[in-house]
């Protein structure tokens, strides 16, 4: 079993939706969560930093993170077809180092 | 401020040979981690290196190797290449706790 387990999707949602994307975990040592966005033939791209448990809100993003149950979420609302993509999550005992990725959730935002 | 490069972009090789990839991280940047990016096994952490320090390497075979220079800058090298290597390899480097990707060096090993 993956220490971070993230369901692949596709992901398919028509433009305006609210997308949620989710991550279980295993290793009760994480701290930090992240979320990155990867587009075709590009690098990840860092979208939502946690530290432990709670929310936080940028702009059409929340991240929320539930240590108890060890699960993470990333909630986008208003979705655009510019936001199709990979979303990726990461997480981290301790922070700058080694990150943890799930599998990624590709999702297709249909205008 | 420019972002991270890797060079090159695209590398074709074939079974047996070796191959080193190079990563510029962002300027002031100290760490600069490694990744391998596949469709099966995702991004698996390569290793990490601060000051021209290996302090963190994850679970690859020794055919496996980087270093970093005075300036950052990084290396990553695979010996003795095999099919299961061809992946895209990702480079990021940091100064807090962001990690600020390149856009990866896509290697095929035929």
């Known amino acids: 079993q993956k220490e971070v387990e993230q369901d692949p999707g596709p992901l398919s949602v028509p433009e305006g939706a609210i997308v949620s994307l989710n991550c279980t975990y295993s290793?009760?040592?994480?701290?930090?969560f992240m979320w990155y966005r990867q587009y075709s033939r590009k690098g990840p791209e860092l979208l939502m930093y946690?530290?432990?448990?709670g929310n936080k809100e940028d702009g059409r993003f929340t991240a929320q993170v539930d240590k108890s149950s060890k699960y993470i979420s990333l909630f986008i609302r208003d979705s655009q077809p510019s936001d199709s993509a990979t979303y990726l999550c990461?997480?981290?005992?301790?922070?700058?180092?080694?990150?943890?990725f799930g599998s990624g959730t590709r999702l297709q935002v249909q205008p | 401020k420019a972002g991270v490069t890797q060079t090159p972009r695209y590398l074709i090789k074939t079974r047996g040979q070796q191959v080193t990839l190079s990563c510029s991280p962002i300027?002031?940047?100290?760490?600069v981690s490694w990744y391998q990016q596949t469709p099966g096994q995702g991004l698996q952490f390569l290793f990490e290196?601060?000051?021209?320090?290996?302090?963190n390497k994850g679970n690859f075979p020794g055919r496996f190797s980087g270093r970093q220079f005075s300036n950052s800058r990084s290396e990553m090298n695979v010996s003795t290449l095999e099919l299961g290597d061809s992946a895209l390899y990702l480079c990021?480097?940091?100064?807090?706790?962001?990690?600020?990707f390149g856009p990866g060096t896509r290697l095929t090993v035929l």
């Open positions: 290793n009760s040592a994480f701290q930090y």
């Open positions: 300027s002031g940047h100290r760490s």
């Open positions: 946690t530290y432990s448990s």
């Open positions: 290196y601060f000051s021209e320090t290996q302090r």
């Open positions: 990021a480097s940091s100064y807090s706790y962001e990690q600020f």
């Open positions: 990461a997480m981290s005992a301790e922070v700058r180092r080694a990150l943890t």
